[in-house]
């Protein structure tokens, strides 16, 4: 075997292989730090370069650009706070509070060295692993993939803040909101009000740009100031990033570990893997008070483990021709397109290819993470920029990725609704990644239910996999209620000294109880099988949305479930009103329809810098032309759809 | 106040004007014909797709079997047809392909610059009308088909050696790992239902690798994958006796005939094993099988324009996909990519068509009414 590695590491380096891997490194960089766009971008700019080539060279650069997306995905989400990557989205929470606070190139930091050693620690397991892997992913069957949704929905309880009565509705409305569409049991469709656009279900992307991004865009536009507000940047900041993963390696080390196995479950999927490393992170620390509030392990956890997820992924991709994530099914396609047949024929004939494979990929990602973190500094000065310079560009950027989803117009209204529905959530202290983890695991909990439930009907839970899920969700569950992760600690601590008017919870919460009726009367037209999942997860909500009216119309101002970000907030914090932001984004969109996306982002920028930001009228005048000039080039090199209008 | 308004309205409107501007050059370069059958056909010169693109519609998620397939073309189109048009592979997946192809019925002008490539999973929801389709197959004409194959295979565990065996299995409660009732897997399951198997199926499963796996784990017995599938990752399983093959659907041969799968010639199909077991290969429980079979396997790729597309157009591209056939690299890789089976232009392809794409409405019917008292399903 070692020769066989050995072999394969010089091939890669030879000077007709290595720049191939180099160039597919600095294509997945740059597609990876705009979000929503991915590996598929990615092999569409590709393919045309692909067919000259010979298979290692191919492979490179496939690897090298598969790799790297999730490291440069970690820019937005840390100075943004837009997920960059299905697999980022947990890394917002505490890198983007980092960012606020002037440590952006402190997280970026660390972030990169964490997907560096987590990238690293998934090709090395590749490595000894991959020969005898078969047997053990094939141990996995549905009951143990319906437990392992379960174990990541036990996450849920770290992460659902100081009130678990709106953190339970919160999971439960993700599940709801995620089963929408066809049932996987039946294939009949729910909740889908004739309209088209919803059979298919709301892909996540939008869901995640709606759930944390927006609300995050929001807050800033009302509040005028840059993104780290009156911080100053930390000089050297990166080097402490590093230094901080240093300090935390056997964390990073876990997180690594569970990234590589969820990773190389097929049918897990990549979203989940970075909820579960900082729900671990979190049920782990002994402090726990500066989670969501900016604590470095929470950028180091998900990041070291969304890098060593890909080497996992692998596995199942190269041995059974199963994607094990989204970018996998990219790879798998390209694999197909230079003549390479994934199956058990990877670790007999072809072993020298595997190998090949995986050192691309440690290779790839030592030169992503360097690339990367050489930028940090520079790029982290991006969060002194007054917000409405900024502003412009950040709304472009999350509908361009919005609509990338299934470039329809509805990808815009839907980021629009979903986004309303994250500043309330925000603003009344829901937990926004107890709904996200909800979304995410319905479908799966769903079918891997139904499954099992089938396969093996109760006998499944004697299954010794099944089994040991189980002890280790009882124990999460445990750890989790020990302390949870809120990010408005401070702000609750002073609203108890604040009587806070009801009625807007009030409101919020009566619009979610009437979603949960609509629902569950939607659920009851459906057969058994299509209907039972989310009358279940209907049912378990009901005594929760109790609770918290029962909280309300008491008025127990010292309970946690009553929060209002907005009546707390210091007198002058925001600027303008909350629907503000919703106006001119919604604007936006209706004149999309009308015009097209292109001449309304014109107008859009014209209008934002003249009348919000009050610039000249020539850096207006450049600030547009380079929004317009950075738009039209990249969908014209990916060749992208933009938002077309009636005329 | 007033005066930023004059600015920002200045502003935009010279913006515009760039913007428009570079549109309509950029569009002036690609001179588009009219697209009105007959008075533009002279106009349709031997260079017609010189500094032209072709969107291939795909309605089918990046990474998958019909992305796969378009890709692959895609680079020796542009080689082979005359003028050498780029090919912009588009995906527009959704609704089990029904998405992208009612993108294509919404806006495709009969110009050969929008072309739409289908799958079986495409004919499926078409001919049993599903209320969401917007496409209509009599609307268009085959560029391209390709045609494709399936193998059903069980476990070793069953304690049957081959086909002939069938018969010991008829009474064992089998299950089978499906992607839904009115995907591809319409046709082994009601292939398994007309030999009089009992098997239940067990729907959620994404995509045929998924069935695959769990029938590796143990969880099914029984399971089909379509032809390249299989021969990557069954034989190796039937060569190391994990798995024993039953049957294959079949092929049609050119006068459209079911035949063993020239893949496979050491299978029998599924009618050989039909008629084994004391049935005829005829009534409407064959022909409805017949029909599905070949909208399903037999027309598993259709790659389709406008029936006003002009002849000329269609020759061009024909002609250039000919040429791509004689390749040499396309001949060594094409193998690999796509499997054993030829696509085929010209009258071939416009048989498969027909064989794919017109059931009559009795054998319609007769689906419907299974797919009702199978599953309970309503269509």
């Known amino acids: 075997m070692l ?122 397991i590749l490595t000894f692993f991959v020969q005898i892997a078969r047997p053990m992913i094939l141990l996995f069957g549905s009951a143990e993939l319906f437990m392992l949704a379960i174990f990541g929905l036990s996450m849920v309880g770290s992460l659902s803040g100081k009130s678990i009565t709106k953190g339970v509705i919160a999971c439960g409305l993700g599940l709801v909101v995620g089963s929408i569409g066809a049932a996987p049991a039946t294939g009949e469709y729910r909740m889908v009000f004739g309209i088209d656009y919803l059979y298919d279900g709301i892909p996540l992307v939008i869901i995640a740009l709606s759930i944390f991004a927006f609300p995050e865009i929001s807050e800033l536009f009302r509040k005028d100031s840059a993104i780290a507000e009156g911080a100053k940047l930390s000089k050297g900041g990166w080097m402490n990033g590093i230094k901080d993963v240093i300090k935390n390696k056997w964390l990073a080390l876990r997180c690594s570990g569970i990234g590589t196995i969820v990773g190389a479950i097929p049918g897990m999927g990549g979203s989940v893997v970075d909820w579960i490393a900082y729900g671990h992170v979190v049920q782990s620390s002994k402090d726990k008070s500066k989670f969501g509030k900016g604590d470095i392990r929470g950028v180091i956890a998900p990041e070291s483990a969304n890098n060593a997820k890909e080497g996992g992924a692998l596995m199942p991709t190269l041995l059974f021709g199963i994607p094990g994530s989204g970018s996998m099914a990219v790879f798998l ?8 047949e994934a199956g058990p024929s990877m670790v007999t004939k072809n072993i020298d290819l595997t190998y090949t494979i995986i050192w691309s990929l440690a290779v790839a990602n030592v030169l992503g993470a360097g690339l990367s973190l050489f930028l940090a500094g520079p790029i982290s000065q991006l969060t002194k920029i007054k917000f409405s310079l900024l502003a412009p560009f950040m709304i472009m950027v999350i509908s361009f990725a919005a609509f990338q989803a299934t470039k329809d117009i509805l990808d815009l209204w839907v980021l629009l609704v979903f986004g309303i529905l994250g500043i309330f959530m925000k603003r009344f202290g829901w937990s926004r990644p107890a709904f996200l983890i909800g979304f995410v695991l319905a479908t799966q909990a769903e079918s891997y239910l139904n499954m099992s439930v089938q396969f093996y009907s109760w006998k499944m839970f004697m299954r010794p996999g099944v089994i040991i899920i189980s002890i280790l969700t009882l124990i999460s569950i445990y750890y989790s209620r020990k302390g949870a992760v809120d990010e408005n600690e401070e702000l609750i601590a002073k609203g108890l000294k604040k009587q806070l008017k009801l009625q807007p919870q009030i409101i919020f919460a009566a619009v979610i109880a009437c979603f949960t009726i609509l629902a569950m009367w939607d659920s009851l037209q459906q057969s058994f099988l299509g209907g039972v999942f989310p009358i279940i997860i209907l049912a378990a909500m009901i005594p929760f949305l109790i609770a918290l009216f029962y909280v309300y119309l008491k008025n127990k101002q010292e309970r946690p479930e009553i929060f209002d970000a907005e009546q707390v907030a210091a007198a002058g914090t925001f600027k303008s009103p909350w629907y503000e932001p919703i106006l001119w984004i919604g604007g936006l969109y209706i004149v999309s329809m009308i015009i097209g996306f292109v001449p309304s ?47 | 106040m007033k005066n930023k308004l004059i600015q920002s309205l200045l502003l935009s409107l010279v913006f515009f004007l760039m913007y428009f501007g570079y549109e309509a050059y950029s569009n002036a370069e690609h001179t588009e014909i009219t697209g009105d059958n007959g008075q533009s056909i002279e106009s349709i010169t031997a260079d017609y797709f010189k500094d032209k693109n072709i969107q291939w519609v795909i309605p089918f998620k990046e990474g998958g079997g019909g992305d796969t397939w378009a890709r692959f073309n895609a680079p020796y189109f542009t080689d082979n047809i005359a003028g050498n048009p780029v090919i912009l592979v588009t995906n527009i997946p959704g609704g089990g392909s029904i998405k992208g192809a009612n993108f294509f019925a919404d806006n495709v002008k009969p110009d050969g610059l929008m072309i739409l490539g289908t799958s079986g999973t495409t004919q499926m929801p078409y001919l049993l009308d599903d209320p969401r389709v917007r496409y209509d197959y009599d609307n268009y004409k085959p560029i391209m088909a390709y045609p494709t194959g399936g193998v059903v295979y069980t476990s070793p565990t069953l304690g049957i050696k081959d086909a002939s065996e069938i018969k010991k299995l008829l009474d064992t409660p089998l299950k089978y790992a499906s992607q839904g009732p009115t995907s591809l897997d319409i046709v082994p399951m009601f292939s398994f239902d007309l030999l009089g198997m009992d098997v239940q199926a067990v729907f959620g499963f994404r ?35 994990e798995a024993i093959p039953l049957f294959s659907f079949g092929a049609l041969d050119s006068n459209g005939n079911l035949i063993r799968d020239p893949s496979f010639p050491d299978l029998p199909h599924f009618g050989e094993v039909y008629q084994e077991l004391g049935y005829d290969l005829q009534g409407i429980e064959w022909d409805t099988w017949f029909a599905f079979m070949s909208a399903g396997f037999g027309g598993m790729k259709l790659l389709l324009t406008p029936k006003e597309t002009p002849d000329e157009i269609v020759r061009q591209l024909q002609a250039g996909i000919e040429k791509m056939k004689l390749d ?24 498969i068509f027909d064989l794919a794409t017109k059931v009559d409405k009795e054998e319609k019917e007769y689906m419907k009414e299974w797919l009702r008292t199978k599953f309970d399903l309503n269509l």
């Open chain 1, 3 to 124: 020769e066989l590695v050995l072999q394969a590491f010089q091939t890669l380096f030879s000077p007709e292989h290595f720049p191939f891997l180099m160039m597919g490194v600095l294509l997945g960089l740059v597609i990876g730090v705009f979000p929503g766009l991915g590996g598929i971008a990615g092999l569409s700019l590709l393919l045309p370069f692909i067919y000259g080539m010979d298979e290692v060279s191919a492979l490179a650069t496939l690897v090298g650009l598969v790799a790297v997306i999730p490291t440069s995905a970690t820019f937005t989400s840390v100075l943004m706070g837009i997920p960059g990557s299905s697999s980022s989205q947990a890394t917002v929470l505490d890198g983007f509070a980092l960012a606020k606070k002037g440590e952006a190139s402190r997280a970026l930091a660390a972030a990169f060295t964490s997907s560096l050693f987590g990238g690293l620690f998934g090709a090395l």
């Open chain 1, 333 to 340: 396609g390209g694999m197909v397109l230079i003549g390479i």
């Open chain 1, 601 to 647: 982002i014109i107008l859009f920028f014209v209008f934002f810098f003249t009348f919000k930001a009050e610039t000249s009228w020539l850096k207006t005048a450049i600030l547009t032309a380079a929004g317009v000039i950075l738009l039209m080039t990249f969908s014209h090199f990916l060749n992208l759809e933009l938002p077309k209008g009636l005329i």
């Open chain 2, 207 to 241: 995509g045929r690798g998924a069935g695959r796996l769990a029938f590796e784990r143990g969880e099914v017995l029984i399971d089909y994958q379509t032809s390249s599938a299989y021969l990557k990752n069954v034989v190796p399983l039937v060569e190391s006796g």
């Open chain 2, 328 to 351: 040499e690299k396309y001949k060594k890789t094409k193998v690999k990519a796509l499997g054993l089976y030829e696509q085929v232009t010209g009258p071939a392809a416009s048989k």
